[in-house]
């Protein structure tokens, strides 16, 4: 069973920044797509970013672009989301998400459908 975990989530004043981590439990995490999305209460989750399994490919939402950067340390098992220049709207719960093997699901990596494992999720809080 793989497991996900994600941290780093807090509460921050715009303009900060925030680096979330997920921990994968499983050693074959350096062959998958893997992904970050939120969720804000009363909306659909959305995609924030997703990263190949090289590290060598990543993909942004347009809300997110220039201030997120998403990153993985294989040797570690973990990938990384470092948030800068926070805004309000960036307030939702976090997942980090298991998407393709050696693949990024033919380019639909902003779907959720894309995704088969998914981890609890982290609070991110950003005041004004």
């Known amino acids: 069973q793989v497991q996900l975990v994600e941290s780093g989530g807090g509460l921050v004043q715009a303009g900060r920044s925030l680096r979330l981590s997920c921990a994968a439990s499983?050693?074959?995490?350096?062959?998958?797509?893997m992904g970050w999305f939120r969720q804000a209460p009363g909306k659909e989750r959305e995609f924030v970013a997703a990263i190949s399994w090289s590290g060598g490919t990543t993909y942004y939402s347009d809300s997110v672009k220039g201030r997120f950067a998403i990153s993985r340390d294989s040797a570690k098992n973990t990938m990384y989301l470092q948030m800068n220049s926070l805004k309000p709207g960036d307030t939702a719960v976090y997942y980090c998400a298991r998407g393709g093997h050696y693949s990024d699901s033919s380019g639909y990596y902003y779907s959720p459908a894309a995704y088969d494992y998914w981890g609890q999720g982290t609070q991110v809080t950003v005041s004004s």
């Open positions: 499983e050693r074959t995490f350096s062959s998958y797509f």
